[in-house]
């Protein structure tokens, strides 16, 4: 524990917008293995017991606007976990406010335009941003992108395959959560609530793939959702194309205890797949296989995950060291997301899907997220 | 006392369904047949139905067709009646021993799944080069032969890579399949049932060795790992075909085989 006034210097100061579930269960805990490179210093929630609760646990200030927080001189790099529609404005201000780096939570932004304005703005200040896609930190990743060759130029099969359980079950066992708010029971046979859920699946859980799936797809840009449907009580079926490149996106959040999450990318003479250790409790990278006829490469697992190797990514271009990802690579990722999120929830709209299940129950709100 | 039973495969027939080394390795049950075969292997490329009439016509007690393509096979059936004939369709992967119909504890696992399930994914992996329509109708027949009831099939995307088919199963629940074709992997077919606490997984694999099927279900209860066996679909079904002609007993291969037929039509519409 460490406060603000003995923050020793060598360390680089973390700011916390937003002090919910994933900044309990996820970053500090992650903040917590690191700390010979980062300490939290402020953290800030607009419930202020909320904001006190969870600074008091690893001795930072705390307050309730964002303003403070960037006032915080403590603070070299800001955290951005708040609801989505906030963090454009908040990556925005961080950056004017002269921080060293931002990181934000995926998505950081809701629309090309905000991202736009984000790029504008990292741009002329030039406070590296990164976003909280972890599977594009995690080390299986990273091994396997050094190792795969040529693969990227002859995959034409990508697939992304999540089987979780509710998110409450992972945050539990990576820490003890306060100002949970309560879940929303809602009618998954309503259209519009159909399209939320369609919506916020691939915007709060594909969308940690599709940075991935963005590596192997060079025709982006043209992507069509061809088909969507929700899969109960909260998950989806997306098959889209892009160029000559097949993307299945299968994901089940129901009640299971043996949690899955594979990434795959195929071509005709090699194969790419990797199982990704689960969100929230620290449980090592994924591992990655390149396979051709007769040959398999494993690579990993390595002792951390992707959201170690976000802050480790910080600390490094706090501290004036390394490259951060371009900001066309973020825009571009966003842009790729977006498109399938109004595409996907629009063959809802248009009735041209299957439905899910007539008789399956309420769903929790929570259950679209999964940080 | 097993009863040898003579084979008769020409060279389509033997490459098609690995005849030789198939026969070989059921020496009591199977020989070579000098002339008048008691079973005839046929190849599974177009026109197999009126080759299997014809092994019928000129006395065969059983006919064993490797990788049949789409074709009606209403007259062969009735062939196959008339003449108290067994057909037997050998299947890459629908004939794997693990999803015998005997087998109650795979089907077991599958149909309490089913009756859970909040999706169905399978995919298909073979050669590239293999025709899609063929594939599916193999991947079909891994559903037939699991008793799977899909409906409202229709194809979503199809090229020389493979294709993916969505469908659904009773209560709504969506259907996936899908088809990769590379030389990267191993050609498997899985078949995974996602249920609302756990799954179950079934993975078949290339008859071209003894590899053992796979097959696992996650309950609350736990995950179990089911025993399968180290024998091809080739030879699972030169064993059912031989224990059908001892008995006398009809094969009920070609009925599910209009089943995926009727899939297949469903395509079209």
Redesign the interface.
Known sequence: MSSQADGSPALVGVGILGAGPVTQAIHLPSLARLGHLLEVRHIMDVDPLVAEAVASRVGANFSTSMEELLADPAVDVVAICSPHQFHAAQVIASCRAGKKAVLCEKPFAMSGEEAAGISAVSAETGVPIIVGAMHTFDPGWLGAEEAWGDLPGQV??V?S?I?LPPNPRFEDFATEIVGRVPMQARDITDPEVMKAMMTGGVMGLAIHDLPLVRRFTPDFAAVEV??A?I???F?Y?I?L?AG?V?I?L?A?M?????PSWEFEA??????LKIDFTPSYVHAGSATARI???GKTTVLGPFGHNGYEGEWRKLAELASGRGTPPSAETLLHDLEFALAIAQAAAGRIEKGSI??????SGPVNEEQEISA | MNTQLSVAADPQADTAGAVSAVIASLPVSFGPAAEAPDVVAVSGHAGWTTRAVDAILNGAKGVVVSSPLAEDAAGLSAAAGAAEAVVVLDRRWAGNVALDSANDKVHGVIGAALGDA??L?S?AIAA?GTDPLHLLADQFAVLVQCEIEVR?VRM??C?G??Y?V?G?IA????V?L?A??????PATASLTI??????ADVVLPDPAAAWPAEVHA?T?EG?TMLPTLYESSHRTTWSRAHAHIAARTAADDLARFTTVLSLLSQLNR
């Open positions: 034409h099969t697939r395959s089987v061809l088909h449907e899969v109960a009580p998950g079926v098959s194309r000559n097949a299945e299968r089940a129901n009640g299971t205890w043996e195929i071509g005709d003479d090699a194969a396979r051709t006829a299957e439905t899910g299940r007539n008789d | 909040v999706l994914d995919v590239p409202n979503v995307q090229n890579n493979g993916t969505a659904v209560g709504g629940v969506p996936a899908q990769i074709l590379t030389s990267a992997l996602l249920t609302s606490a756990g799954r996650v609350t995950a």
